[in-house]
């Protein structure tokens, strides 16, 4: 099934350029051309990393995929619905329920639990127009069975009680990914996800997406490194706001296997020293 079919996207941005000693009234303006016109779709169960240079346009087209900016052109649906022409209400609603969000500093509520912060999407929840009431039975002891669940499937479950200070980097970040898992969402984006973390703990987070992808779950991540990009299924290339590659990966590393030769070369060298 398809979860994301854009046609020709495009998104500018105007800038007014000031000058001091203008005598005419005409408006200064440059327009930045973000994106310039770039098809994309993704099919439930992908893994799709998003690459290109500094300024190629990744931001700017994460952005529109997680519905937090509109395209100046071009059309974008997703799981099936139209977004350039929702209403804003309908927008912010999309943008809560169908997407998870995984940034590289994990966004953790630092005075909050494991457990409550994974919780919190399930508050902003918000019924949408027609929607029957029965399917927000957020009760209390229902979000809490759904956010445990989502703590279980990272492999937290010993850590629901902890705060974030109490809890490692890689650890902290999976508590995000239980967050952005909750609502059970058509798709998870993560921004560079362990652009924070070191090496062990980077392959920790992409061995658990890998999991959650065998589960079924539909990633996009924005990442710049080809390292990272070999544990994906399909590679697209951002260049100068155009989609210039899209690849299927052919041999997939294993992120689980890498992380156990890393183990082992690293409890050698530490035998060494
Ligand atoms: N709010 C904005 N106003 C004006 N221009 C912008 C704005 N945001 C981005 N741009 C421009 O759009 C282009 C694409 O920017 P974008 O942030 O999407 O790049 P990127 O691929 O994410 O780069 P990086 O790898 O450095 O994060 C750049 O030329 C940038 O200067
Ligand atoms: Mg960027």
Redesign the pocket.
């Known amino acids: 099934m398809s979860v994301i079919e854009m046609r020709q996207i495009k998104r500018e941005?105007r800038?007014e350029v000031k000058k001091k000693k203008s005598s005419s009234k005409e408006d200064n303006a440059v327009v930045?051309r973000?994106l310039r016109g770039v098809d994309f779709s993704a099919q439930t169960g992908e893994f799709i990393s998003v690459m290109?240079?500094?300024?190629?346009?990744?931001?700017?087209?994460m952005n529109i995929i997680g519905c937090l900016d509109k395209p100046s052109g071009g059309t974008y649906v997703l799981d099936g619905i139209e977004t350039s022409t929702s209403d804003s209400d309908t927008f912010a609603f999309i943008r809560n329920i169908k997407i998870g969000f995984v940034f590289q500093s994990f966004n953790l509520l630092a005075r909050t639990t494991a457990l409550e912060n994974v919780e919190l999407p399930l508050f902003y929840r918000q019924k949408k127009k027609g929607e029957k009431r029965k399917l927000f039975g957020s009760e209390a002891a229902v979000r809490k069975e759904k956010a445990m669940t989502a703590l279980k499937d990272v492999g937290l479950e010993q850590r629901m009680d902890h705060f974030p200070s109490q809890l490692s980097g890689g650890q902290q970040q999976r508590v995000a990914i239980a967050r952005a898992m909750v609502n059970d969402p058509a798709f998870i984006l993560a921004d560079e996800p362990t652009g924070n973390l070191d090496t062990g703990m980077t392959l920790e987070i992409m061995g658990l997406f890998q999991q959650l992808n065998d589960m079924g779950k539909t990633i996009i991540m924005v990442t710049?490194e080809p390292e990272l990009a070999a544990y994906t299924k399909r590679i697209i290339t951002?260049r100068d706001?155009q989609l210039v590659s899209d690849k299927q990966v052919t041999d997939r590393r294993s992120a689980v296997t890498d992380l156990a030769q890393w183990k082992k070369d690293h409890a050698l060298l530490a035998e060494e020293e």
């Open positions: 941005y800038m930045v973000a290109g240079p500094s300024g190629s346009g990744k931001s700017t087209l710049h951002l706001g």
